[in-house]
Structure formats: structure tokens, C-alpha cells
């Protein structure tokens, strides 16, 4: 093969190449993958056709599939949810955003009475496959309202499956399998990371399980349990804690609901030690779920009290103090750092 004809091969290939995206890039791959492979599946929302939404994941689909299938809706949350419902119950299969996390509060109702219980209420006639995009969390100097971290509420509620992915491929991946599950699901997108690295993800329709928490990273000392955007922390305070010697082991809950507890608790059975790591507050949020089980199931294997590092029994505050809210890396290697030495 001659230079020239070398380097038109080379070309052919990188163009096939996946490209290295950010989580809201992703986001917006996977919607237009199901999109273009399935004709029920819509999206809806504040914004999100001629603008593109508010953080510009569905950049780009109004042009590709038309106004009929990506909706501009009012501003009127209980509207989106109420139609959303309406659209799943009768075939199509609907992907609504919240465009804010505070803002789902209008939408409880429809999620909690209707959508969460059409298979029970209907004997299993009729289910709810619709997904509901939430941009999540603080970290990005927004006003009030737009930095809930209220994922705990809808943990509670039976019939919902509860998502958050940490990273470009999961949420790729870990999108698609909502979009094809047939029972509602809340996904949860840490918007402090939509652009704060990029992954290569493969366009090729393979969607993640959910239901199944990720080990990051392996780990004989201590196990680090964490979801959203806090993995970054998470994973940063077990690198600072292996040059200091201890060996800390890094889960991502990734589905919320139902909890994988059993990746967690077979991780303590080798470590004996566990810190739980969420921006939520510390009172009933997610993390004193996964503490109790572990009190009630895995009481033998722990040598050192839980800890938890969270943020505060407050309302998020506003830019200036807000890092200063969220769980640190100090604070998480601090925590790890107290559990060894309880043993």
C-alpha cells in the first residue's frame, strides 16, 4: 500500500472511531439513538426543542425528528408530568425533563400517585415506561431552587426506579436501558459533571444494566460508597489515601432503586470498614438506607463504626459558600482515616 492510499485507510478508520464526549454529550447521543431506532420514544420539556434546553442536551433533536416528536412544552412542570404519564400509559414511551431538580416538586403528584403505581393499580394491563431527565445537584452557582439534591424522596416511593451515572459512558448506557424499561424511571444527571471530562463512547445502542452498583476501583482497607457527582471526590480522596497507605475500595450506587446490596456488602465483608459519601443532607438521606442495611445485614464483617460525609441538614447555599457545602476530599479521607484507626 502506497503513502497516500495508507493514509486515506487511516482517515476511514478515525472517522469511524467513537468520539471522546462529555456526560451531556452523551446524554444527548443516547437520546438520539433511541430516537432514530424507535418511533414511540419522544422528548418533552421547558425549552428543550428550538433552544436545545436549558444545558443543551437535546441540542440539535428538534432539527433531526421534527416539533411532533420534541416537544416545547409551557412552563407549567405538573403539565409535563401529567402528559407525560398520559403519553406512557397509552404506548409511546416519553423522556420529560424537570430542567431543574427543584423544580420536580410540581410534578410529585403525577410521579407518586399515577406514575409509580400504573402497574399495580392496572394488575399489570398497563405499565408507565417514561423516564424523567433531572438535571441534579449544587456545584454550578445557581440560584435557589437549582441545586436540590433530593434523590432520598423518590427512593422511598414503590414502582420507581431511581438512576444517577457518574460518568459519559454510563450515562450513555445506563439512559438507554431507561428509556427501554417498562416502569418509570427517575434519571438523576449530576449537571456539576455534565462537562467536566470527556470518555470515548461507542454510538453503538449498547445500553449498561441497571440495578447493579460499579466497583471503580478495587480495595483491601476500607470501601467508599458513593453515586453522582461526588465519584469525583470519592476517587480522588482513595488515590490521596493510597500514598498514605490504606487501600480504599470505590463503589458507584448508580441505581439508587432498587440498591444493589449486595455489591456493597460483599466489598465490607473484605474491608470491614465503609464511608458513604453524598451531597444530600445527612438526616434520611440515601446514606442512612445503605448504614442501616448494613447494621441489620453485614453487623459481623464491619470492625469500625459507618461513616457518612455529606452535606449538611441546610438548604444548599448560594455560590459563595457552596463548595464549602459539599463533601470535600479531605473530609472523605478523614472519614476513611477515623474508620482505621476505630479498628
Not at 458507584?252 to 465483608?269: G, H, K, Y
Request: contains cysteine.
Amino acid at each position: 500500500m502506497n503513502a497516500a492510499a495508507d493514509s486515506k485507510a487511516t482517515t476511514m478508520q478515525d472517522a469511524k472511531a467513537p468520539a471522546a464526549i462529555t456526560l451531556i454529550e452523551a446524554i444527548t447521543q443516547a437520546l438520539a439513538y433511541e430516537m432514530r431506532n424507535d418511533p414511540s420514544v419522544l422528548v418533552l420539556g421547558e425549552d428543550v426543542g428550538v433552544n436545545g434546553g436549558v444545558f443543551r442536551a437535546t441540542a440539535g433533536l428538534s432539527a433531526q425528528f421534527g416539533p411532533e416528536r420534541v416537544l416545547d412544552t409551557p412552563l407549567d412542570e405538573t403539565t409535563i408530568a401529567g402528559l407525560t404519564v398520559g403519553l406512557a400509559s397509552q404506548g409511546m414511551k416519553p423522556v420529560a425533563e424537570a430542567q431543574f431538580d427543584g423544580f420536580m416538586y410540581p410534578m410529585v403528584d403525577f410521579i407518586v400517585s399515577h406514575a409509580a403505581r400504573m402497574r399495580y393499580r392496572t394488575r399489570g394491563r398497563l405499565t408507565c415506561p417514561m423516564v424523567l431527565r433531572v438535571p441534579w445537584g449544587g456545584g454550578i452557582r445557581a440560584p435557589e431552587h437549582h441545586s436540590e439534591a433530593n434523590e432520598a424522596i423518590f427512593t422511598n416511593v414503590p414502582g420507581l426506579r431511581v438512576v444517577m451515572p457518574s460518568s459519559p459512558q454510563r450515562a450513555y448506557g445506563m439512559l438507554l436501558a431507561a428509556i427501554r424499561e417498562p416502569d418509570p424511571v427517575i434519571f438523576f444527571e449530576p449537571k456539576r459533571i455534565y462537562r467536566q471530562y470527556k470518555e470515548v463512547v461507542a454510538d453503538d445502542g449498547e445500553a449498561l444494566p441497571l440495578d447493579v452498583c460499579y466497583t471503580l476501583r478495587d480495595g483491601t482497607d476500607v470501601t467508599l460508597v458513593t453515586w453522582g457527582a461526588q465519584v469525583k471526590e470519592t476517587l480522588e480522596a482513595a488515590e490521596k489515601l493510597e500514598k498514605e497507605g490504606i487501600s480504599a475500595e470505590v463503589i458507584d450506587v448508580a441505581t439508587l432503586r432498587p440498591l444493589d446490596f449486595a455489591t456493597i456488602a460483599e466489598s465490607v465483608s473484605r474491608t470491614g470498614r465503609c464511608v458513604i459519601v453524598h451531597e444530600a443532607p445527612k438526616t434520611a438521606g440515601f446514606g442512612a438506607e445503605i448504614a442501616a442495611r448494613l447494621a441489620e445485614e453485614s453487623m459481623y464483617d464491619l470492625v469500625a463504626p459507618v461513616e457518612r460525609v455529606t452535606g449538611y441538614d441546610t438548604h444548599i447555599p448560594l455560590f459563595r459558600l457552596e463548595m464549602k457545602y459539599l463533601p470535600s476530599v479531605d473530609r472523605v479521607v478523614a472519614a476513611a482515616k477515623r474508620a482505621m484507626a476505630a479498628s
